[in-house]
């Protein structure tokens, strides 16, 4: 395994285990998505270079545009929870009132 490979498997099971054990606000599971999404798309731009083929290169600007939209996406429910339940924390948000 390169150290390149290392790094971008190491920022993304870093994203993911912060998803997974730190949720205590909303903020910070959407920073770990972020992250996430970030070591993604590094690793497909990598990957299209590597391959010297220009039928891949739109895929990491797809991927980017996503993210770019899940984020946008996720602010605007970070926006509106605080707005309405006055904190971002996950332990006052219930999904299942109205």
Excluded: K, Y
Excluded at 16 to 35: D, N
Excluded at 83 to 97: E, V
């Amino acid at each position: 395994m390169t150290p390149t490979h290392f790094a971008l498997s190491s920022a993304f099971m870093l994203g993911l285990t912060g998803l997974t054990l730190h949720r205590t606000h909303l903020l910070s599971a959407l920073l770990c998505l972020e992250g996430m999404m970030l070591s993604l798309f590094i690793a497909l731009s990598l990957w299209s270079l590597q391959l010297n083929s220009t039928s891949f290169s739109t895929t990491p600007l797809l991927l980017l545009a996503f993210s770019a939209c899940e984020a946008s996406a996720g602010l605007a429910l970070l926006v509106a929870t605080a707005r309405t339940h006055g904190s971002d924390r996950m332990q006052n948000l219930n999904l299942l009132q109205c």
